[in-house]
């Protein structure tokens, strides 16, 4: 990130992101069930943007 320093305090905004490989889906036995037959992978994806006041 980037450190902002004011007279009152220290501003530091970020971007930070988590992606995952795998795929977390553990399907049910029954490949008919109605929990996890119509869905094809389960996948982490996320992107933070975090503000820091010091």
């Known amino acids: 990130g980037i ?3 004011t ?3 220290k501003f ?3 971007i930070r992101g988590v992606f995952a490989i ?3 889906l553990v399907p ?3 490949p008919t ?3 996890t ?3 094809d ?3 982490t994806r996320g992107v933070f943007v975090n503000f820091t006041f010091e």
């Open 37 to 39: 037959a119509n869905i």
């Open 41 to 43: 992978a389960l996948r």
């Open 28 to 30: 049910d036995n029954d």
């Open 7 to 9: 007279e009152y305090f």
């Open 33 to 35: 069930s109605p929990w």
């Open 3 to 5: 450190d902002f320093y």
């Open 22 to 24: 795998t795929d977390e």
């Open 12 to 14: 530091s905004p970020s």
